[in-house]
């Protein structure tokens, strides 16, 4: 069982998150394995899906382009090459994908910039199978969109978290990134992306009680994972560690409990993971790994890459080990904020250039605001884990 929610870092109190708690996601942690360094290979939506759906950076199956298979040319997969619910499908599996709660005969959150056939998703959701029959099941979840991009949807999801939790996160327990200002509606807005983190913890809990209740838990891998991270100024869309670290917990059979994993990963691992745990074979040109494998060897580094995300062109990519980050600017002549009208509708964008163009930023909250970039960023991420520190031009 895959669970993956939108748009989420790793804000979780098991990943050292302070201001409110997480006991599900938590405890789900403490049955199995947490890994502290997991990465997704593109930091928006429909390209980092395409590649944990084929387990295949989607640099190399033509799919890096944010939703490129939505006009009139189409993008098609490599010859042979199949998506992991079609390699459980053949072994004899029932495969879903669902949001959450299940909503009867709606599939849940695909967003493939490839041509593929829906077939490959027997289902909804995992009830519709064979007596008996084993099952791979998606459970794909707003996540952190449920704050939405304003002050409404900052106040739906905050009094949903009240209803359900008995309280709304305060503003007061809000600590921003030293990159962003301490402006009202930023606050108010991490406030609320806090408040879904929570409600996500819930989702957690009733889909584990689901199994448990069905008497499956015990014989299922459960793998909670986030799409990439909080869609922000510096987060979705960028290669700095706010959009592209993500945790990653796996739960289940043959999975120690407790674990802790501090070697860097790539989220299209999860492709190869499940498949070799389900005894399916992994397909020779498949790039993910079996990082859960015996005689698996840990990476030195892992990689992403950053392209067109809707109107904005943009040509980024790097390289991260447990210690240094290497973006590279393809594009270095362009502002680090392009006009995106994703982006720039939402209130915290609108704010942030309000209070630049009143001059109430520092310098580190004008970092986002230059008209250039450097064509090459290096950061020590362990004494600089918000990456602000350029040392690309330091000869040392």
Known sequence: VWIIPDDMSANFSCYRET??????????????????????????????????????YQT?????????????????????????????????????????????????????????DPSVYDGADWSGRKEGQPFFAQIQTPGGKLRGKDAGGWEKIAGAAEKALGSRTPLEAVTLPPYYP????????????????RMTDVMVGEVIARLEAEGVRDNTLVLFMTDHGISHARGKQFMYDEGLHVPLVISGPG????????????????????????GIAIPEAMQARDILAKDYSP???????????????????????????????????????????????????????DWNDAGKLDATQKLLFRETRPPEELYDVNADPHEINNLASDPK
């Not at 992991?84 to 967003?111: C, M, N």
Request: glycine fraction near 6%; include cysteine; charge should be positive.
């Open 299 to 353: 990476r030195e580094a892992v990689f992403a890459a950053r392209d067109r995300c809707d109107e904005t062109v943009d040509h980024m990519r790097s390289v991260r080990t447990k210690d240094l980050k290497y973006i590279r600017n393809f594009l270095p002549n362009r502002p680090y904020l392009q006009p995106c009208a994703y982006k720039d509708a939402k209130s915290i964008l609108i704010a942030l250039r």
């Open 19 to 56: 201001a409110i708690k997480t006991p599900h996601v938590d405890q789900l942690a403490a049955g199995g394995v947490k890994f502290t360094n997991a990465y997704v290979t593109a930091p928006v939506c429909s390209t980092c899906r395409s590649a944990f759906i084929t387990g295949m």
């Open 182 to 197: 301490k402006h009202p509606d930023l606050v108010r807005d991490w406030a609320a992306y806090l408040d879904s983190v």
């Open 255 to 278: 999975i120690k409990a407790g674990a802790i994993r501090d070697d860097v990963v790539e989220h299209i691992d999860i492709a190869a993971l499940s498949l070799a745990a389900a």
């Open 60 to 116: 190399s199956i033509g799919a890096h382009h944010h939703r490129s298979g939505r006009g009139t040319e189409k993008i098609h997969l490599p010859e042979g090459m199949k998506l992991v619910p079609q390699l459980f499908q053949e072994a004899g599996y029932h495969t879903s994908i669902t949001g959450w709660p299940v909503r009867k005969g709606r599939l849940g959150k695909t967003d493939y910039n490839f041509e593929w």
